[in-house]
């Protein structure tokens, strides 16, 4: 029996070679200089400095953060409710319904995400219903609100998904046990419901929230080529700047960050979790 | 209340499919437009259709996305599987870091994860292309396999491996009889992730891919910058193979079932992936049987990798030249001469670069391009006078023109008072009258070119105060104007008028002349950029003589005709120059077609590092400055 231990060799080898070693070269390079040779090595904050002293670097920074807190909160009231209905219904729709919601999420984003170039252009179908209400001439493509909308669109599935799987998973006598306790269906919802369900919740904020940050696709096919977020920042870096030591910094700076909003993510559902059961 | 929650609910969900569904099918009937219009719907026509089957590129990409999700989904299905089964036999601690390390692509933000991959193929030297796309995958969709085989190891029981060898079955019988069997539905469900995670993927590819290997993520990010109803064909022909997929596997369980109605849950399970196999097999070898006719051919299945600019070829000129050497043409595109050069110098191997004139100069100078065989180019003599022995290669010795040009304004004549113009030459960008109405270009070049001439000053400049002062020219401009910062996009948006002025190529802006009446060109007085773009061959060219043959092939008259008459740059070729530009040429009249020699005050630029470097940050920061003033 033991010696099925072994199988797992290779990949203990493969993890060290493809997983570790990337995450230790990027840091690497965020405390070296430019040049990297072995030779002339040696160990600098100066990036980092860079990072943190322009005050252009921390708005990007904080937009980044921000677009992505208000993804992820609209995303929370539009696919709470979804996926409430969906756990709702009849069995045979709730299968219809969930396909229909993956459906798009298996076509490729960035198709999905050029399809509303045309839809949001000047003279799109958008701007005519608008139009139509009397809303004249707005500007929609290239704003921060398309931006919001891409991401809002493709990680909204997501969100949808996880929380109906855990209201789904959900063991339905509780609320009848609820009911037949005197409860009324609001303190149903908010006592019972709302609590099993966190779990789903809390993965669907991973997520959305962990790319919405880092996208730097969506703000630059919705938001134009001024629009910068934390990713386009790294982007420009190793694509057309060519500072690689300076975009390894931001890297490292974006992981540890999301590292920190996870730990404390995970702590909330653990305090939640160990409320519950012990 | 009960009934107004439901009614509520259900007006959610219908809003929300069609949330979901109206960009998809907007595309899909788009794709059926006659017109290259996104917004307006002119006829049904399959036009597009046919450009997609024609375009070698994407059905190259369809290919690759959809051979290496299938490569990776089983590699990693396969190698996820057994780790996993190895690991939970292993030590716990082996086992907690190994979950860990397993989540380090799983938290980490995928763009991270990217650069990671990136800098370990370059650190390790290993050339990137489909295989480094391969591996990429294969290390990311590992985590989610065992992330789902995992938890349906640890509920089976752990003497069962035992039992089977006490009752005479070797280890292998023990894994494959027993323990896999019982696993199959996380394993199946694993491989549905890994699928998906692989198909989809952009920011990954993107950063490791190279030598012109593209997955359909990438190439409608390198292509969405011009308008091309093509990647509404090609995406909706995505739509359709992943609706069929979808259909199959969730419709043949239930055929099966009704079939065979006590079929036992992990055999049925077994169909679906059987039935996407079998799918993708076909898709992938109706596309391998695309191959080449017969006839002798001097290069024949030789590959000559070609890195230029986007929308920098004519429809024909790859395919002629393939008809006529039998090569294969593996062509991949840049924004920008820095972008070219970040790849190169990382030691990227192309046969052909197209490169401006101080890159070419840069490139010279470090030792990164090859002098020419003249023996073996036949093609300078067709080439412009005032375009041989330019400052930065003096005797052509590495380089051929193949597009030249000027940078300047174009504007719609409509909106735009000439008057304007001619008094304020680039100043017009700090004019209020035009704010929210203008787009500057994204390059730092070209910027800085428009803003010390703005000045007054040399755009090849080494003062640092005057650098500084065009830096304050470009913020101010960026803060007060609200400009859109744009590449390519420039093109398809003035040529329907959507603002009125923008910083262009001339070249672009012949294109947009002969598409929209309106528009016109204006060459500042106080001078301009005069570059050239050339055909040279790196150091680390696989194949220079092939590359030698298609320089003289893209000089010549043919090559010329079609490159210039289609993407509208100014020929190098003159007697190609002349035809296009003279009495019922395709640009007769434009004025943006012709290369101005006569304003003493343009000038070509040249290389030099420290500024080089200096711009380089500068322009980043004022590319900020306009996304935080916005």
Request: net charge negative; glycine share 16%; proline share 4%.
């Given at each position: 029996m033991k010696r099925f231990s072994q199988l797992a060799l290779p990949y203990i080898v493969w993890a060290a070679l493809m997983l570790i070693l990337p995450m230790a070269l990027i840091a690497l390079y965020s405390f070296t200089r430019h040049g990297n040779a072995i030779i002339s090595f040696s160990l600098t904050l100066e990036h980092y400095q860079k990072f943190f002293t322009d005050p252009d670097f921390l708005i990007v920074l904080g937009r980044s953060l921000w677009i992505a807190l208000e993804t992820t909160a609209i995303c929370l009231l539009l696919g709470y409710p979804a996926a409430y209905f969906i756990s709702r219904s009849s069995e045979k729709m709730q299968n219809i319904l969930v396909l229909c919601i993956t459906l798009p999420t298996w076509i490729n984003m960035l198709v999905r995400t050029y399809a509303w170039i045309g839809l949001l252009s000047e003279g799109g179908l958008i701007a005519q219903i608008l139009g139509f209400f009397?809303?004249?001439?707005?500007?929609?493509?290239?704003?921060e609100g398309a931006v919001l909308l891409g991401m809002v669109y493709n990680f909204l599935p997501f969100m949808i998904l996880q929380i109906n799987t855990s209201l789904c998973k959900m063991d339905h006598s509780l609320l009848e046990a609820s009911a037949d306790l005197g409860a009324r269906p609001a303190s149903t919802f908010r006592r019972v419901t709302l609590p099993l369900s966190l779990p789903g919740v809390i993965n669907g904020i991973t997520l959305v929230f962990l790319p919405a940050v880092s996208s730097f696709f969506i703000p630059k096919l919705l938001?134009?080529?001024?629009y910068f977020l934390i990713g386009n920042l790294i982007e420009n870096q190793f694509i057309?700047?060519?500072e690689w030591n300076f975009g390894s910094a931001i890297s490292m700076i974006m992981a540890v960050i999301m590292m920190l909003m996870m730990m404390a993510v995970r702590k909330v559902e653990n305090r939640n979790r160990g409320g519950k059961e012990e | 209340m009960k009934q107004s929650k439901r009614i509520f609910g259900k007006v959610l969900m219908g809003l929300l499919v069609v949330f979901f569904y109206l960009p998809i099918l907007y595309m899909i009937v788009f794709s059926?437009?006659?017109?290259?219009?996104?917004?307006a719907f002119s006829g049904f026509s399959l036009r597009w259709y046919q450009h997609m089957l024609e375009s070698r590129d994407m059905m190259q990409a369809l290919y690759t996305t959809f051979s290496v999700a299938l490569l990776a989904t089983a590699i990693s299905t396969v190698v996820g599987t057994i780790s996993a089964i190895g690991l939970s036999k292993s030590r716990r601690i082996v086992r907690d870091v190994m979950a860990q390390v397993n989540n380090l692509p799983l938290m980490n933000p995928e763009i991270v994860t990217a650069i990671g991959f990136m800098l370990l193929f370059i650190t390790f030297q290993v050339e990137k292309g489909y295989i480094t796309m391969l591996l990429a995958h294969i290390a990311f969709c590992i985590p989610y396999v065992m992330l789902s085989v995992m938890p349906k190891i640890r509920s089976l029981d752990p003497n069962l491996a035992d039992a089977a060898m006490d009752l005479g079955a070797t280890p292998w019988q023990a894994l494959t009889k027993v323990i896999v069997p019982q696993i199959a539905p996380g394993i199946v469900s694993g491989a549905l992730i890994a699928f998906t995670m692989s198909i989809d993927d952009f920011i990954i590819s993107y950063f490791v891919t190279g030598g012109g290997v593209k997955n359909l993520s990438i190439m409608v990010y390198t292509m969405?910058?011009?308008?091309?109803p093509s990647i509404n064909a090609i995406s909706t022909l995505v739509v359709v193979i992943i609706t069929v997929l979808l259909l199959l596997i969730n419709l043949l369980p239930l055929l099966a079932a009704k079939r065979q109605?006590?079929?036992?849950i992990g055999h049925r399970r077994w169909i679906a992936p059987v039935a996407i196999a079998l799918v993708l097999a076909i898709t992938v070898g109706f596309f391998s049987l695309q191959k080449g006719n017969e006839r002798y051919l001097p290069f024949e299945g030789e590959t000559l990798y070609f890195y230029t600019w986007?929308?920098?070829?004519?429809?024909n000129i790859l395919s002629d030249f393939e008809e006529l050497t039998g090569a294969t043409v593996i062509m991949e595109t840049f924004d920008s001469n820095e972008q070219m050069y970040i790849k190169v110098a990382n030691g990227?191997?192309?046969?052909?670069l197209v490169p401006s004139d101080y890159m070419i100069e840069r490139l010279i100078q470090e030792d990164l391009i090859q002098k020419l065989d003249r023996s073996q180019i036949?093609?300078?003599?067709?080439?412009s006078d005032h375009l041989k022995?330019?400052?930065?290669d003096p005797n052509n010795e590495y380089s051929v023109p193949y597009f030249c040009g000027m940078v300047g304004i174009v504007y719609d004549t409509t909106k735009v008072d000439f008057k304007d113009l001619e008094r304020d030459g680039y100043n017009i960008f700090l004019n209020p009258k035009y704010r929210g109405d203008i787009y500057l270009y994204d390059s730092e070049r070209d910027s800085f070119m428009m803003a010390l001439k703005a000045l007054g000053y040399?755009?090849?400049?080494?003062n640092q105060d005057e650098i500084n002062r065009a830096y304050e020219w470009l913020l101010s401009c960026v803060r007060t104007m609200e400009p859109e910062i744009v590449t390519d996009e420039i093109i398809d948006n003035m040529a329907q008028a959507r603002k009125a002025l923008g910083l262009i190529y001339s070249g672009d802006a012949t294109y947009i002349m002969s598409e929209n009446e309106d528009m016109g060109f204006y060459l500042p007085e106080s001078g301009t950029n005069q570059w050239s773009d050339g055909m040279v061959i790196p150091k680390?060219?696989?194949?220079p003589e092939l590359a030698h043959a298609f320089i003289n092939f893209a000089a010549s008259y043919d090559g010329a005709y079609d490159n210039s008459s289609y993407v509208g740059y100014t020929a190098t070729n003159e007697q190609v120059f002349q035809d296009l530009?003279?009495?019922?040429?395709?640009?007769?009249?434009?004025?943006?077609?012709e290369y101005r020699t006569?304003?003493?005050?343009d000038e070509v630029f040249t290389y030099n590092e420290e500024i080089r470097k200096i711009l380089s940050n500068l322009w980043s920061k004022v590319k900020i400055a306009a996304s935080n003033a916005g």
């Open positions: 009397g809303i004249q001439d707005a500007e929609l493509l290239y704003t938001g134009g080529g001024q057309t700047v060519g | 059926f437009n006659e017109g290259k219009s996104l917004t969405s910058k011009r308008v091309n109605k006590k079929a036992e986007g929308e920098y070829t004519g429809e990227a191997s192309y046969d052909i036949t093609c300078l003599d067709h080439i022995g330019l400052p930065y040399s755009m090849n400049t080494e680390n060219a696989k194949n530009y003279g009495p019922g040429g395709d640009f007769e009249g434009i004025n943006a077609y006569t304003n003493p005050n």
